[in-house]
């Protein structure tokens, strides 16, 4: 897992503090229980690990982005630079948890083999990520920019939002007894594209010049207008989520 997106834990928190308000109902499907010894893979700013460590449970956290790994020290949770595909632990929690990170992971496989290696026996796995069909809107337009600028070069899509089926197999092929997968649907306000654009797709701009990065933002604005943006409701993203539980097996 490359580091091609650029985290900034400041804009994070103000611009898409949606990530972490939506994730309850994970925090829920993980069921932490006291004393238990948790695993936030890719936890962001802290703030769903401060959630978890408030029942009584022991957090660790990974995050790939120092700015991130700061913010979650900053607040009392042991935490470390690295990534899925990288993790160094074996047989030590009681459960991985994980939000909004793994449709950023190409490499699935390792990763959850990574994250079998990391789980007691019979632990369990617990995650929500980008799924099939999420924000299609929105890369069909970024997509079509860059179809219009061949001077941009190619429009490298970083995301990987797989079926339900497909992930299900993954995680029996590698260790796992899945116990729930959902697909959902969640259509999730946000403030403004250009905002979104700058937080999730800085690295798919990154070699382009700073004239050229506002030209893109502003024509995926005006692409993705008459589609996702009302004057009653704003702007709202095109989200489908990939919900699943799933334990060790042995």
């Known amino acids: 897992m490359k580091e091609s997106n650029k985290w900034n834990a400041n804009e994070y928190n103000k611009h898409a503090d949606f990530v972490s308000n939506l994730a309850m ?28 460590e408030k029942l009584n449970t022991k957090v660790i956290a990974v995050d790939l982005s120092v ?8 607040k009392g949770i042991e935490a470390y630079v690295m990534s899925a595909t990288q ?25 959850i083999n990574k994250i079998h290696t990391a789980l007691k026996g019979n632990g369990r796995f617990i995650a929500e990520f980008g799924g099939y069909g999420n924000i299609k809107y929105l890369t069909d337009a970024m997509q079509e920019v860059f179809n219009n600028h061949p001077e941009y070069g190619q429009f490298n899509n970083p995301w990987y939002f797989p079926k339900k089926t497909e992930y299900k197999k993954l995680l029996e092929n590698n260790g796992f007894n899945v116990k729930y997968i959902e697909l959902i649907p969640r259509p999730t306000k946000i ?26 933002k502003e024509e ?13 409701d704003g702007w709202i993203a095109d989200y489908v989520r990939l919900r ?3 334990y060790k097996i042995g």
């Open 67 to 74: 700015s991130m790994i700061k913010k979650t020290k900053a």
């Open 191 to 216: 403030d403004d594209i250009r905002n979104w654009l700058d937080i999730f797709a800085n690295g798919i701009v990154s070699h382009l010049k700073q004239e050229q990065q506002s030209q893109f």
């Open 244 to 246: 699943l539980k799933a």
């Open 25 to 52: 109902p994970v925090i829920d499907l993980l069921d932490p229980k006291e004393n238990e010894i948790i695993l936030d893979l890719g936890c962001g700013e802290g703030t769903l690990a401060i959630e978890i």
């Open 87 to 111: 993790l160094t632990f074996e047989n030590e929690f009681d459960a991985v948890f994980s939000n909004a990170v793994l449709h950023w992971v190409n490499d699935s496989k390792t990763a």
């Open 220 to 232: 995926v604005r005006e692409i993705l207008k008459p589609k996702i943006y009302s004057e009653k």
